[in-house]
């Protein structure tokens, strides 16, 4: 029998089994802003890292994990293109990323069928009407995303990891564009470092855009 | 499932470089290591204690870690010479300067975890493309979406945790590289809701048929052997 507590990585106390070791030893291995550590950076000090082993009840708790971040991402942005506030290149971002994560969220709705979580509701205050604060909600939520699914890759099922892998990509696809088009540094580190499940739902919190469960 | 071989980039020396490796094993047999297909990477990364070796690495492990270091010789050496040859100015300069110094870190992390058995750095030709702005542009999209597609595609293969986790990170830095390259060029950054991989034999084909890799490495220890072009 599988260890139940390994399970509850995805509690609702947030409580992530791993702890922040993943994150450290990556943070740590590999370039922070410019500088590498020298020999054997990419798994330096390798720690005894407590993955959670692979299981399809597992997958199923991580990607209702992401549902959540992906029902977040389609909600803002499909908000934003129909209050009509966005133009130009911010226009032009809207109106294409709100497809992807309809897309995305309509394939984990698919995958996981009736153990989908519902879509909770939301309050995305001026994020969605006055620019400055969309592409900066935006790049907040991309960010999210692309640290939540790098965190939980080992723990998925490889079925599951190759598709979470095509998600992910277009998720920093569009953290370079949107970053791109505030101005700033699309991709500043050499690598991008993974968060934890308790992580991810504290900066998700943080947002303030979720109401209800 | 791909075979060894067809994880051998282009003229890579890569049988030479291990067999130089293996002469400087001693006799320590970490059997348990060690797969039957293959000369001995599980062997080699045991006895230089890298820390790849610390989880029993698999030897498919080590091809697909070689798989991905030439990928970033290549998108290092170009942006390198890139910045080099100045051929890309003003706004735009420290493009080939930040990519190029992001690429050769990942150079180094996956040699250092590597140790012994990593591919030596193969020869360019980029024959102009590092040149001209416009030029240099296109190439960068086409290279950032080939090494983001090559990890997608060898992601679940991977077996070592700690290294999938290192590969997922430097995987979403490519696709982010990518939707740079192609806003600067003036095409979509994010072109479908969703990426697919590419699998190692079309990756090969595609370097391959740039023509860019030219020469089997030098077996001698040269620490960095001159660009051509």
Redesign the interface.
Known sequence: MPDDRRLEVFSSSGADCRGSS?AE??AR???AG?T?A???????S?PR?A?SAPSPAQDQKILNFALQLEYIEAAFYGEAFAKGKLSGDLLEFVS??R??ER??VA?LKKVLGRNARKQPKFDFGETTSVPKKFTAAAIALEETV?AAY?GQ??NLT??T??EA?????????????I???AGR???P??????KTAAEIQADVNRTGFVRSS | MQSMSDLTLGDLDREGAIREAVELVSGDTRAAFLSKAVVGGGALLAAFAAPVAAEAAATSDVAILNYALTLEYLQAAFYTETERLDAVRGKLARVPRQLGAVERAHVDAIKAALGGAAVKRPAFNFRGVTESQSKFLKTAVAFEDLAAAAYKAQAARIKSPALLAAAISIHSVEARHAAWMRFLAGVTPAAAAFDEGKPVSEVRAIVASTHFIVARPKKSAKKRPKYTG
């Not at chain 1, 020298?38 to 330096?44: C, E, S, T, W």
């Not at chain 1, 892998?165 to 564009?177: C, D, L, M, T, Y």
């Not at chain 1, 580190?189 to 993974?194: E, G, H, L, R, V």
């Open positions: 993943r030893f990556v291995a590999v370039l410019g590498l020298a020999g054997g950076a990419l798994v330096a390798l890292l993955v294409t990323v497809g992807h897309a995305h394939l692309i790098n890759a080992a490889k079925e990891l190759a892998a095509k998600i992910v990509s277009v998720e920093a696809r569009h953290a370079g564009w970053r791109a088009i540094n699309p991709a580190d050499a690598t991008d470092q993974p």
